[in-house]
């Protein structure tokens, strides 16, 4: 059985498809990986890569990416909305299947050396990999941006990880550390008030009150002239999709509005969909729910009203 | 207008009415003072007392019962279910009107030294009062109890925040400090089926990944055959009333189990209540409800469901 992991790199180019293909060839036509997603922001100046794919291999890949990203991105010329510190920004690395957080964090530490070898860019370990309590969330690290880090990294409390106290000149430093996969998904209301989705939004995070692994904003899509209530699940394991699903529906009602669909933004594991198919099949936690993929998304669909929603969304397609 | 504030001393003494009854006179036939409840458990051997009132009146009748306790109440022949490391065990001070969390914990500082030279029991500041990270929780500071604190309290970190590094020798120590109303809520299912409440309770308990601010576990209730998610709210400013109430009525539909009844332990405080019939009467949060609390009790028990309610639940009707 292959471990199976997933990589989010953050590249600090977002207008230059020619550069980005460059820096995301190491991904492409190799047994073993699987190049998900090229997601380009121009105003971020910022591109987020999805992989996945058997662990040595993706990491192995993403050295080669970042030596590329480092010869071809200079920080000292780059503007974006977006805050940053490096050329590859960060690396988040997800254990997806037959691979525990455990292990993921021991290969975090042997794939941080060899890339600060690859490329002289020092390495800060954050999130789960982090040693020190100063490095657990990015902004903590990423504070000062790439034009503070140069006498940042010189204090003792800021010594990176990896690699010498003193930044690359071009490619700043890197964070690297595995998270919890991440759940982008987004409910749409049949209201154009962007203060009603604020609103809900506020009841249901755990900011102020809500479920603990919920992060949750307004947003208005111009498109189609309606407001989301747009989240994060930091944790689907602990909060499931259906309880945000339910809670938005409950707490719209007080203003007479409807939950008329949702979305899932990138991919999806089949468990955080299966777990919460379990409540609307009547099924305990402790049941077995064995659906092919089609009929997972049928029922999602059915349950959960999602749109826009295929097998492809579903991160066991391709590491069946 | 008078500063009023909640106090919930619990005493190591649940069996002898007659100790109590001596403990909790310093609280009776005074002006600016009102005992709501005196709860004895004889299996805990431990008695809740709730007091409201002006908060300087009650903070001096406090030291008074304390005097009373601390010469009642022999901790070396003490026996009983519930933890405890002192006669008073710990002071709960709750502010409930035109006073603020910040006055309140000034004059808790004040309270505690004054407590101290009255009874010379070393007290610990604890919760909102602390001012040592190792004091915030009760449990914290609890551990090895009463047979343990003697060789704890000489301990550098855990010396006392008033009083000598030496407990008393039969009413141990005390922790005292500012914490938010505590809620005690249940919701009655129409089950008996314990593990019902058990799984609905996980999935709504923050440690779990419910909500921020509940804390909930199963309840069997023997007179009427029937099960309760058993709560705490402890925070009814971020997690209301009615998401508990709701959530729990949502995972129940799993189950196909209904919600027959719901019923809060203690007092509640008004704002608690209009804040959670907002939402079903479908006001928004920053509208005003100004009602009368017999017409609040009506509401409360028509959308949440509460039995065994009426006016005297609600702190307000004492502190009109």
Redesign the interface.
């Given at each position: 059985m292959k471990k199976i992991i997933e990589i989010v790199p953050n590249y600090s180019e977002g207008k230059n498809k020619e550069v980005m293909e460059q820096i995301i060839a190491p991904f492409k036509d190799k047994d073993d990986i699987m190049l998900i997603t090229l997601e380009m922001d121009a105003s971020y100046n910022r591109s987020v890569v999805t992989v996945i794919g058997e662990v040595d291999t993706v990491l192995e890949a993403m050295i080669e990416s970042g030596k590329i990203a480092t010869k071809l991105i200079d920080l000292r010329v780059h503007k974006g909305e977006h805050r940053r510190m490096g050329a590859v920004d960060v690396c988040p690395i997800i254990p997806i299947k037959n691979i525990s957080v455990e292990e993921c964090i021991t290969k975090t530490y042997e794939f941080a050396k060899k890339y600060n070898e690859a490329t002289n860019v020092p390495i800060y370990l954050y999130n789960k990999s982090a040693l020190k309590e100063n490095r657990v969330t990015l902004p903590s690290i990423r504070k000062g941006e790439f034009e503070g880090m140069k006498d940042k990294i010189k204090l003792e409390e800021w010594y990176p990880d990896f690699g010498k106290n003193e930044i690359h000149e071009t490619a700043g430093v890197s964070a690297i550390g595995v998270r919890e996969f991440l759940i982008a998904y987004n409910i749409d209301l049949d209201t154009d008030d962007k203060e009603i989705a604020a609103?809900i939004a506020k009841?249901i995070r755990?900011s102020?009150?809500?479920?603990?692994?919920i992060q949750a904003g307004p947003a208005y899509i111009e498109e189609s002239n309606h407001v989301q209530v747009t989240m994060n699940i930091t944790?689907y394991?602990?909060?499931?999709i259906y309880?945000a699903f339910?809670?938005v529906r409950?707490e719209a009602?007080?203003?007479?509005v409807s939950v008329k669909s949702s979305e899932i933004v990138g991919l999806v594991p089949l468990l955080a969909l299966t777990n919460s198919l379990?409540?609307y099949l009547?099924?305990?936690?402790e049941d077995t729910l064995d659906l092919e993929l089609n009929e997972v998304v049928k029922y999602a669909k059915e349950f959960l009203l999602l749109r826009d929603f295929d097998e492809r969304k579903i991160i066991e397609y391709y590491v069946k």
């Amino acid at each position: 059985m292959k471990k199976i992991i997933e990589i989010v790199p953050n590249y600090s180019e977002g207008k230059n498809k020619e550069v980005m293909e460059q820096i995301i060839a190491p991904f492409k036509d190799k047994d073993d990986i699987m190049l998900i997603t090229l997601e380009m922001d121009a105003s971020y100046n910022r591109s987020v890569v999805t992989v996945i794919g058997e662990v040595d291999t993706v990491l192995e890949a993403m050295i080669e990416s970042g030596k590329i990203a480092t010869k071809l991105i200079d920080l000292r010329v780059h503007k974006g909305e977006h805050r940053r510190m490096g050329a590859v920004d960060v690396c988040p690395i997800i254990p997806i299947k037959n691979i525990s957080v455990e292990e993921c964090i021991t290969k975090t530490y042997e794939f941080a050396k060899k890339y600060n070898e690859a490329t002289n860019v020092p390495i800060y370990l954050y999130n789960k990999s982090a040693l020190k309590e100063n490095r657990v969330t990015l902004p903590s690290i990423r504070k000062g941006e790439f034009e503070g880090m140069k006498d940042k990294i010189k204090l003792e409390e800021w010594y990176p990880d990896f690699g010498k106290n003193e930044i690359h000149e071009t490619a700043g430093v890197s964070a690297i550390g595995v998270r919890e996969f991440l759940i982008a998904y987004n409910i749409d209301l049949d209201t154009d008030d962007k203060e009603i989705a604020a609103s809900i939004a506020k009841k249901i995070r755990f900011s102020s009150g809500g479920y603990r692994f919920i992060q949750a904003g307004p947003a208005y899509i111009e498109e189609s002239n309606h407001v989301q209530v747009t989240m994060n699940i930091t944790d689907y394991h602990k909060t499931a999709i259906y309880q945000a699903f339910e809670a938005v529906r409950m707490e719209a009602k007080r203003f007479d509005v409807s939950v008329k669909s949702s979305e899932i933004v990138g991919l999806v594991p089949l468990l955080a969909l299966t777990n919460s198919l379990k409540y609307y099949l009547k099924l305990k936690d402790e049941d077995t729910l064995d659906l092919e993929l089609n009929e997972v998304v049928k029922y999602a669909k059915e349950f959960l009203l999602l749109r826009d929603f295929d097998e492809r969304k579903i991160i066991e397609y391709y590491v069946k």
